[in-house]
């Protein structure tokens, strides 16, 4: 399936923005084109982002173009430095590319300041005092034309005056505002005078005090993309609306090469929650243990969780680029994490839920190893050897003392085979004071060792093992949708309907001893039951903790 995606995305027609790219190159508009993706630092990102990212980059590597990793940081109320860091590490680990040059919007504060100038003396801005309200009052509706500001007249020289002194700090916050001077019956709001700069004394984490006015974003943003060369400035549909406005921008402040800007339909997850104030709110409230707690969807969870970047990549394709907002089922993107991790992971043996299983006729103090094949469908993964003696540990699942038709696996009298080693049969069984089985004793055949070339009778069942003495002990943390999505993802306060069941941690696990000594971020198929990444908070050579990535079985079916 791997080969198919990227076969498929060769043949697949390409999407909307491709075109537009292609069109734009063949008539030679652009020598090169300019992506770029521009978070706000203000929080982490999250899967949505993670399209926007892959998509900006992939676009600039498909045409030997560049993409600009720029932070958007012109309000300094909601940035914190800290984001800066999390979103570079982010983005660098998904696109696997280190980012030698890393743009800020606040550089440009200088150029923006001009270009506000420029706007005035063509008289194209002014300096408006009326209050929000009045403001509001003055806008019109969607079906009534606004009104324009009596200040909107206000002499060139006035404006420049004024603007100055915005700047120098005269003015309180909130008196004065610049705002471009485009047409107050425009259909379209965005259009009726909007709002350029705004005075306001916060302390920027890049500038500090040097301004106490600030660029609004729809003024900003544009001239980023100027500065930077930018070509083709992706974005998502809420900002279709703005286009108007933005080509505005550009075209007034005068650019030689202006970006145009481009539309796409989010990427949006059912049942999985994505908002800031949301995740927020389960970190306050102790539900997750933080922005990447392995059950949410910020690109760190994801990370930590064991997803990788060609996984993403993988999901990204199959959702496609489109101008209709569609929403995608979380189970296409566990069947990108299986696909990925099918070939390229080693298939090992863990027991989560472990009963003693003694082999009664097998030696005391006796062990011996088998070859055990990393991965079947991949030789080149190699093989290692695995222990086998007197006491084993399997799976409480793998037993029972009444089983039900086409129960395949251990119960009294039944022989199955332990897998990579020998058949067994189950003679008898210890339960304690409760009826809880605390051992199974079984007898082997040595003529029946796998790969031996017995060709004797045959059992149904297989079932997977460790051995006793030597197996690592560990943590294993069970993972279901934070989200109950038999509710929905929110109940009507606006609360997250939290699944009580999203984790189970399993503190009683046996590791066959190869996996002795993983490592942050290394991921393994725990046969017969899923995937399993090494945690990189809480796992430790002392104590290894590993997170379910995805189980084995799957709902979805790629069509
Ligand atoms: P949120 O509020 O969900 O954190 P945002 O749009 O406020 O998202 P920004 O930092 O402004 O976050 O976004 C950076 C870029 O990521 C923007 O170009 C934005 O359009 C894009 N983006 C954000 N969410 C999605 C999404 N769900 N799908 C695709 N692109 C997205
Ligand atoms: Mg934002």
Known sequence: MVENVSEKSEVVSKNFIEMIIEKDLAEGAY????????????GYLHIGHAKSILLNSGLAKKYNGKWNLRFDDTNPTKERTEFVQSITEDVEWLTGEKKENIFYASNYFD?????????????????????????????GTLTEPGKNSPYRDRSIEENLRLFEEMKEGKYPDGSMVLRAKIDMSSPNINMRDPIIYRVARMTHHNTGDKWCIYPMYDFAHPIEDAIEGVTHSICTLEFEDHRPLYDWVVRE?????PPKQIEFAKLYLQNVITGKRYIKKLVEDGIVDGWDDP????????????????????????CGVSKSQSSVDYAMLEYCIREDLKLKRSRVMAVLDPIKLVITNYPEGQMEYHDVVNNQENEELGSRKVPFGRELYIDRDDFMIEPPK???????????????????????YITDETGKVTEIHCTYDPETKCGSG??????????????????????????????????????????VNVNPNSLQVLENCWLEPSL?????YDSFQFVRQGY???????????????NRIVSLKSSYKPV
């Open 31 to 42: 020598d090169e084109i300019v992506t770029r993706f521009p978070p706000e630092p203000n």
């Open 111 to 139: 150029q923006m300041y001009e270009a506000a100038v420029k706007l005035i003396k063509k008289g194209k801005a002014f300096v408006c005092e009326l209050n929000a309200e009045q403001m509001r009052e003055y806008r």
């Open 253 to 257: 402040t005068e650019w030689e090469h």
């Open 295 to 318: 059950r949410l969807v910020s690109i760190a969870a994801l990370r930590r969780r064991g997803f990788t970047p060609e996984s993403l990549k993988m999901f990204m394709e199959l």
């Open 406 to 428: 086409k129960y395949f696996r251990l119960f009294p009298g039944n022989e199955v085979r332990l897998m990579n080693a020998y058949f067994v049969k189950c003679e008898e």
């Open 454 to 495: 017995f060709t004797g009778r045959k059992v149904k069942g297989t079932i997977h093992w460790v051995e006793a003495t030597t197996a690592v002990p560990a943590t294993v943390r069970l993972y279901e949708n934070i989200v109950d999505e038999e509710k929905g993802a929110y109940d009507e306060e606006g609360n």
């Open 516 to 520: 002795k000594g993983a490592k942050a």
């Open 532 to 546: 399993f990444c090494v945690d990189s908070k809480d796992s430790s050579d002392e104590r290894l903790v590993f």
